[in-house]
């Protein structure tokens, strides 16, 4: 499903990662709502991050042609049925405990290289699959 996002925020780590922050909440029904926290870590992938796979030129030009030179971590926080006048209360408590647990993770100088190396290792695994 579809729905619309707003960024509210996007916080620079030490590691070189950007952060973004989106607002996704909507409407349900009558005064209830859905409060919706995205947050994603956009990476940049080169040549270098498939070094330890084998066949690793091929399988890096596999991976652009059908993912892109992007992959991006993502957590999604979600609360349902919020009456409308606690939204704004509940969006914040959400978003200020995300924070405080999530970003020294994802701000870990090998964040970055794990996250991807596993995708990799999930696209190798898809590409056997169908061969």
């Known amino acids: 499903m579809k729905w619309e996002k707003k960024m509210i925020e996007e916080i620079k780590l030490d590691n070189g990662l950007r952060v973004e922050f989106y607002d996704y909440s909507r409407k349900v029904a009558g005064d209830r709502w859905l409060i919706g926290l995205l947050v994603k870590v956009p ?11 084998d066949n690793a030129d091929e399988l890096y030009e596999k991976f652009l042609e059908q993912n892109g030179p992007e992959v991006s971590f993502q957590l999604q926080k979600e609360r349902n049925f919020i009456d409308e006048r606690e939204k ?4 914040s408590s959400l978003l200020s405990n995300l924070k405080r647990h999530a970003l020294s993770y994802m701000g870990h100088k090998a964040f970055s290289a794990n996250f991807k190396r596993k995708k990799i290792q999930e696209f190798q695994e898809r590409l056997s699959w169908w061969q």
């Open 88 to 91: 704004a209360e509940v969006f």
């Open 43 to 53: 990476m940049r992938v080169d040549r270098g991050d498939f070094n330890a796979f």
